[in-house]
């Protein structure tokens, strides 16, 4: 079935220029020849005009479906700079961002999701959940959970690769005893049941590259909170063999939880232990010795997200997209490579 992009390609004109004629859009300017050349172009396509016609209908809304809490968004810094650089490039583009519905909502309560002009979801929702979710609204962007199938647009931050890289750092200023500290992967579905699993992208990357390497495998895994950061470094602690000379931590905060540990164990971060971490908060150029830290702009993250639900909306483009976006390790002096 012809796209608005191969109507566009037909005519030799942009798709927002497809779009805006189709809906006879009256601050458009533009010649009768081009205008020719477009609906000529959608007779020879048997492109469906109707569609778009459907597309217009809806609001120029945004319904944002979470996996965490408000509260949690609002304590965790990531995700508060995910929302924030949401609702700046919302407020930017006019469009309205006022639908935010929790898993843990009652399912009967998105009812009204089809009138939307999108969807965007954030966190790892499973793959039955989303493949409903088109079934109200097809037109879905999924953010940082790169392993959804259904065809969806996905946005996320390169994990994977910034994990690569510094255990690679880690190897290269000798270190073989290399632990990593993270928390669970949670599946979520519709219903709001929680699924806790070791499918975490960091985690999964840890393993296969210490598994590549033909090097020990030790980690520890729980609640994404600081207390849960030192709880898991006692256990290692108190596992009695040789402690680890490198930590790589899923988080900042878990970082946090993970000094208070070795500090009142009289262990010396950076010196003895190297640690790594993601998320470059704020706290992390306080903490001392100071933490690197990979800086993730989430902020943007959330703002592309919005602009491409403003592609749908707008029914530029069929297609969909996959972002991955860059990060940068920051270093400090809790691990500085050599």
């Known amino acids: ?164 890289y510094i255990l690679r750092l880690f190897v290269e200023a000798g270190h073989r005893d290399i632990a990593y500290i993270g928390g669970y992967n949670i599946d979520i579905d519709e219903k709001g049941t929680k699924s806790f699993n070791e499918n975490e992208k960091r985690l999964r990357t840890y393993r296969q590259f210490m598994q590549e390497q033909g090097l020990n495998i030790r980690y520890k895994l729980g609640n994404w909170e600081p207390l849960e950061g030192k709880r898991m470094t006692d256990e290692l602690l108190a596992e009695g063999k040789n402690f680890p000379t490198a930590l790589l931590v899923g988080s900042d905060p878990l970082s946090v939880g993970v000094y208070r540990s070795l500090q009142t164990a009289e262990r010396k971060v950076g010196s003895e232990v190297a640690i790594a971490s993601f998320d470059d908060i704020e706290i992390a150029e306080f903490l001392t010795p100071n933490l690197t830290t990979v800086a993730i702009n989430a902020s943007e993250i959330g703002r592309v997200a919005v602009r491409l639900a403003k592609e749908r909306i707008d029914h530029i483009r069929d297609e969909p997209v996959v972002m991955t976006f860059p990060s940068k390790l920051i270093v400090r002096e809790s691990f500085i490579p050599s």
Not at 9 to 30: C, H, I, P, Q, Y
Not at 51 to 61: D, E
Not at 62 to 82: M, W
Not at 94 to 120: E, F, Q, T
Request: no cysteine.
């Open 1 to 164: 079935m012809a796209g608005i992009r191969d109507v566009a390609r037909r005519a030799g004109v942009s798709a927002t220029t497809v779009s805006r004629v189709l809906n006879n859009d009256t601050t458009l300017s533009v010649g009768n020849k081009t205008k020719e050349k477009i609906y000529q172009a959608v007779q020879e396509l048997n492109y469906d005009i109707s569609k778009r016609k459907y597309v217009k209908k809806r609001y120029p809304s945004i319904g944002v479906i979470a996996t965490i809490s408000r509260q949690s968004e609002i304590d965790d810094p990531y995700f508060s700079d995910l929302r924030s650089g949401m609702e700046e490039e919302a407020r930017r583009l006019h469009l309205g961002m006022n639908r935010v519905y929790n898993l843990s909502d009652n399912p009967k309560a998105w009812h009204d999701l089809d009138k939307l002009g999108a969807i965007i979801v954030i966190g790892t929702v499973d793959e039955k959940s989303v493949q409903k979710l088109k079934e109200q609204n097809s037109q879905v962007i999924i953010v940082d959970n790169p392993d959804i199938q259904t065809e969806a647009d996905l946005v996320y931050a390169d994990f994977e690769r910034m994990t690569k």
